[in-house]
């Protein structure tokens, strides 16, 4: 099957920094992808759809200043978490498909914020 | 109206047993019900989907039943086995979003 690779796969930062995630489509090119954060034991929740060319679409509740979303290219989005905070320690996952029904997800992000 | 809700939250089976995870949705609107399997430390992988107009779908080991009136859909494993310990979502799709189920954590034992 398709794949969306994450990078890093694992990242502990200090307070205040800012982290960079990397989602990447392998093997087909996608317009949209999607960021989902999952705490312990809990499910997905989407964060943001990633749009290739324009602006992130934000769900509510999310602070889009401090999780910048930027889709430069039809294979590649970023999450940035900017001034961290330990609060912000999650999963991190991407998705993306070539098609809306077939939604490949990445292997995810560990994020610890010291 | 946006939420899935699914259930049980935990399930225990014996090797070789049914499993079975329920979920109900209110909005019309949804248009795809995937589930996914999701083991610890890892992104979710695609199981099986179905269609609101169609009423069973069977792949292998893994059956989705679909009531459109009562707006539920459930999961049955087949035969579980201890590889099959996960945690299972289901999903229903409107537009582009996916909107996830609580999570059903599975574990089957010999």
């Known amino acids: 099957g398709a794949v969306v690779s994450q990078h890093p796969s694992r990242v502990i930062c200090k307070s205040g920094t800012s982290v960079k995630i990397e989602c990447r489509s392998l093997?087909?090119?996608?317009?949209?992808m999607f960021w989902y954060r999952q705490f312990p034991k809990q499910s997905l929740m989407l964060m943001a759809t990633?749009?290739?060319?324009?602006?992130?679409?934000?769900e509510q509740g999310v602070e889009k200043d401090k999780f910048l979303i930027n889709h430069a290219s039809l294979t590649l989005s970023t999450l940035t978490v900017t001034s961290a905070h330990p609060e912000d320690s999650s999963f991190y996952i991407c998705?993306?498909?070539?098609?809306?029904?077939?939604?490949?997800f990445g292997p995810g992000t560990r994020l610890l914020v010291l | 109206q946006q939420q899935v809700k699914q259930s049980p939250q935990s399930l225990i089976v014996q090797k070789g047993g049914i499993s079975i995870i329920n979920c109900a949705y209110e909005n019309t609107a949804f248009d795809y019900f995937p589930w996914y399997q999701q083991f610890p430390g890892k992104g979710p992988a695609l199981l099986i989907a179905?269609?609101?107009?169609?009423s069973e779908k069977k792949e292998g080991r893994f059956t989705i039943s679909f009531n459109k009136s009562a707006k539920q859909f459930s999961l049955h494993i087949m035969d579980s086995q201890p590889g099959d310990s996960a945690t299972y979502f289901c999903?229903?799709?409107?537009?582009?979003?996916?909107?996830f189920g609580t999570g059903t954590r599975l574990q089957v034992f010999p």
């Open positions: 999903a229903a799709i409107n537009t582009d979003k996916l909107i």
């Open positions: 990633s749009n290739e060319g324009s602006k992130a679409t934000y």
């Open positions: 179905i269609r609101p107009d169609v």
């Open positions: 998705s993306a498909g070539p098609i809306r029904e077939t939604q490949y």
């Open positions: 093997d087909f090119q996608a317009t949209t």
